[in-house]
């Protein structure tokens, strides 16, 4: 049972964390880390008890990282060319055709670096899929822990539905994405309403360079043809990213309702790095997600952990360079 102490040690920490404030990145990494340390010390006792059963996990093992590997490269390729055709040749929309064909880049070169025994190539194979394998074990935990912030329950007490706003269609019209947004926060806030609250709904968006208006002036006429009273709601005109809308928003309901609760609405593949950010400028309350197109999805939530990624880009950067530098000392110690 000893072998399970880490794990166990994490998860407590975990556990205690998530307590305390949901909207933090690395809470999703001790989740990971959690069901490695366990796996690991799953694995540990079967090769202590039995060798047969070791051999049988060395064997999963292999199967299941070349599985890791091949198999979503299909699928990513796939939407790729389905996000092209579809949302145009953006760099945001080549993003899960590049995994797709990185995947298999990897695989090729393992292959070749196994066909081949060059030390020189087995040891570049080796550390690059060492980094691959870092950012693909974050990238899994982030889909979990968004998966279960997703599942968050919205507090009773709530002062403010805000929803942020996406670019309009043609500089003035509100398009698809923005739409299921406000259809989401006009949903929660029905359901606020019901619980005995009446909260203000803030519209969250700045006049882009080819937008004829505000988004959200765009927003409230779109939520006002919904019927929703004009004197509830609240509008924050001068922001262009999703930091800037969750600044001026809290400063807006900090200034007129101090102590205020909140619930922020966005897209759902946008929901986990919207908290962590909300968290970062001081916004009291946690994020909802709309639903989205199915296809536009996986390169969407490619684009979010690839922004995280950037946002804690020292301390990836420090642990790839140790991973290269590993892989350097490993061709050194074997000339």
Known sequence: MLAYAPAAVTFLVFCVGVLRDRRRF???VLLGLSLVFALAAWCFTLIHEDTLAGRDVAVAGVVVGALCVLAPAPFLLAN????VRREGRGPANLLSLLAGLGLLALAALLVTAFVLH???LLVLAGTITAIAGYFGFLFACVLAYAFLYGHVRVRRRTDYVVVLGAGLLGGERVSPLLAARLDRGLS???KLTKRGREPLLLLSGGKGGDEALPEAEAMARYVREKGFPERLLVREEHSATTGENLRN??????????????VVVTSNYHVFRTAVTARRVGVRGHVVG??????????????????LLVDYRRTNAALCLLLVLGGALVWWLSR
């Open 26 to 28: 690395s809470y999703a």
């Open 80 to 83: 790729g060319v389905t996000m």
């Open 118 to 120: 060059a030390r020189t």
């Open 188 to 190: 929660a806030h029905r």
């Open 249 to 262: 928003s809290h400063a807006l309901m900090a200034k007129a309702r101090p102590g205020y609760r909140c």
């Open 290 to 307: 709309a639903p989205t197109a199915p296809y536009f999805w996986p390169s969407a939530t490619i684009r979010e952990f690839v922004a």
